[in-house]
């Protein structure tokens, strides 16, 4: 499997999607991209995958990647990413297409979990890009400002509801490509408080998001994080909520995960009755993290498998999160968000529905710190509700990080 750079693998980490591509001085060649699980899982089941390069055509000349992979046949996902450089490595040349390079696959939590061949395509109509590679100087995409106008004008080239920028004109080159060898990278985590495993293919999806979300938290720094916490009710031992975070300042954290199985069913089902399914499973969760609320105001005892208690009784401060594998619009997301408003005005308890790549970025965005992050949860849940939706994005211009 290809090993990228410790540049490469610093500008994934810094995003939450995109694709890049690096050779080294063995003379290997890889296209390496940072994709949703659910994405790269159905890559794996043969979605099909165009490649895209784009351009500006006046200076300066910047240089974007894109992949199209149909993981839904009426939305695909676009994995988009103005391209930045140290050296020479980290440009697109000709040698990219037609030859089989390495193709590694990177998920949220930035570990690499999948690795094949892929081939990009040339015809007689494309190939004109190699004039183009040949012959622009390009400008490493260090300007922030500009290259997020750059990136309007990749999307509104592409077809998405953006407004293309006058001084950033689009030069566009599209290519099939072929995919095979498709192997798992079987991947662990391991920090102070815990390790864990999944296999993006083999594990059912919704206990991989689990262990996915469960291994991030507990690298927020003051905290304890436990995955299905236990609580008896009654003579019935049963499971709280997925990942329970409790914070040395009295603060819960409550995840109920929500993701849809990707199988080849899924990969051909119509985008509404996917939205639908989210939407439902939203609802429910939130009903879910209602019930976690009432048994820790209750006094209920809170315990792990190995019958430690884990919460002591106190005033605590609950943070409920719906976490999902991925937006998907939907106009039944007004009624979801009305139903988090009223359950977080009657408990005076802070709600959320976010996706994995959007929470794992936040808390990139807080260094760890549990306090910021706590913050951020309360910030968002407000903004949700201004904005009547759940796809609520925070950035910082500080990433990704800069280099000249």
Not at 13 to 24: P, R, T
Not at 130 to 142: A, D, G, I, P, Y
Not at 245 to 272: F, M, P
Not at 348 to 366: F, G, H, P, Q
């Amino acid at each position: 499997m290809y090993i990228p750079s410790r540049f490469a693998y610093e500008v994934l980490v810094s995003e939450k999607i995109g694709v890049l591509c690096e050779s080294n001085n063995k003379g290997d060649k890889a296209i390496i991209a940072k994709l949703p699980t659910s994405t790269i899982k159905a890559i794996a089941l043969g979605a099909k995958v165009d490649f895209y390069v784009f351009t500006t055509s006046r200076k300066p000349y910047y240089l974007a990647l894109c992949m199209k992979i149909f993981d839904n046949k009426c939305s695909p996902m676009h994995a988009l990413l103005a391209q930045r450089w140290q050296n020479s490595n980290n440009i697109l040349d000709f040698s990219f297409f037609d030859s089989e390079l390495d193709f590694v696959l990177f998920d949220e939590t930035d570990a690499s979990v999948q690795e094949s061949k892929i081939k990009i395509k040339t015809n007689f109509r494309n190939k004109r890009v190699r004039n183009v590679l040949q012959n622009m100087k390009f400008t490493s995409s260090n300007d922030y400002d500009a290259v997020n106008h750059f990136t309007d004008s990749v999307c509104a080239d592409l077809g998405f509801n953006y407004d293309s920028h006058p001084h950033y004109p689009i030069a566009s080159f599209k290519f099939s490509t072929e995919i095979k060898d498709i192997h798992t990278v079987k991947t662990i985590h391991v920090n102070e408080q815990s390790s864990t495993h999944y296999d993006v293919i083999k594990d059912i999806d919704g206990a991989r998001q689990e262990r996915q979300i469960y291994q991030s938290l507990c690298l927020m720094d003051n905290s304890k994080t436990a995955i299905s916490p236990l609580v008896t009710i009654g003579k019935k031992e049963r499971e709280l909520t997925d990942v329970l975070t409790i914070t040395q300042n009295q603060q819960l954290i409550a995840v109920e995960s929500k993701c849809l199985q990707v199988d080849k069913d899924a990969v051909g089902k119509s985008y509404e009755r996917t939205a639908a399914s989210i939407v439902k499973h939203c609802k429910k969760a939130l009903s879910q993290l209602e019930g976690v609320y009432k048994s820790i105001k209750r006094g209920e005892r809170i315990y792990d498998e190995h019958d430690n208690t884990l919460l002591l009784e106190g005033n605590n401060s609950f943070y409920g999160i719906v976490l999902i594998d991925e937006f998907r619009p939907s106009n039944d997301w007004e009624e979801v968000i009305n139903l988090m408003q009223s359950l977080s005005n009657t408990h005076n308890v802070c709600l959320n529905i976010i996706s994995i790549s959007e929470m794992i970025y936040t808390m990139k965005l807080c260094t760890s710190n549990t306090s910021l992050f706590i913050e951020l949860l309360e910030n968002r849940q407000q903004a949700c509700i201004d904005a009547n939706t759940i796809d609520i994005r925070f950035t910082n211009s500080s990433l990704p990080t800069m280099v000249e």
